[in-house]
């Protein structure tokens, strides 16, 4: 019995790995499309003109991802029982919503820093193009999240797509403002105990 249930978890995960691969291939494809597509952004020289850009980006971001998911929990106990924030039976559609906004609120967290200091570094109009592409991708990574996980309460991947873009942004603007701070030999530091720290997460999970 535990190994078959064993097998069943080996299974899901190789599954899950195969499919988060996929993604990856498909939004670098998307990444390359959008960045030759949108045009150069112009008068972004300076460093206020492009965080400001970015906190335009934020606001749309927000807009679209946040308001709407806490809209879509607020209409689901308004049009039912639930209408009291302690009411009981919550249905499943509910719990998919509640689930989103949760982390969506968490990925925010991180995506905004990474967004505004990805913004500081891209010093030209062209760069600065990586600044709407972000804020695209991981606009798109919610929404397919969303509706996908109403079909499938299993199909995480697209949700998982835009933690890992988060990351590596917010990852490159620390190695950066660290390389600012003491060369090359402290980027290098930092991106090093960022990667130890986080295979330490994964062994302890035996994953």
């Known amino acids: 019995m535990k190994d078959q249930k064993l097998q069943t978890i080996s299974k899901a995960r190789f599954i899950l790995i195969r499919n988060l691969i996929l993604a990856c291939l498909i939004s670098v494809l998307f990444w390359l499309l959008l960045y030759s597509v949108l045009s150069p952004l112009q008068n972004m020289t300076e460093p206020l003109a492009r965080l400001i850009f970015a906190l335009k980006c934020w606001g749309i971001a927000t807009l679209f991802c946040l308001i709407l998911g806490i809209e879509a929990v607020a209409y689901e106990r308004l049009g039912s029982s639930l209408i009291s924030a302690l009411g009981d039976g919550e249905s499943l559609r509910l719990r998919i919503n509640q689930r989103y906004l949760q982390q969506t609120i968490e990925q925010m967290l991180v995506f905004v ?3 505004l200091m990805l913004a500081i570094y891209c010093d030209t ?14 606009m798109g990574a919610r929404f397919v999240f969303w509706l996908n996980y109403h079909q499938d309460i299993q ?4 949700g998982m797509i835009g933690m890992l873009q988060n990351s590596i942004i917010l990852l490159y ?3 950066r403002f660290s390389y600012d701070l003491w060369g090359m030999t402290g ?5 090093s105990l ?3 720290m986080k295979l330490y997460l994964l062994g302890i999970n035996k994953i």
Do not use: K, N
Not at 125 to 138: D, F, N, Q, S, Y
Not at 155 to 158: A, H, K, N, Y
Not at 187 to 191: D, E, K, P, Q, T
């Open 173 to 175: 603007g620390c190695a």
């Open 155 to 158: 199909g995480g991947v697209p």
């Open 125 to 138: 109009g062209e760069t600065m193009r990586l600044v709407e592409v972000a804020t695209i991708m991981w």
């Open 194 to 196: 960022f990667i130890c």
């Open 187 to 191: 980027a290098i530091l930092m991106v």
């Open 113 to 115: 820093p990474g967004l």
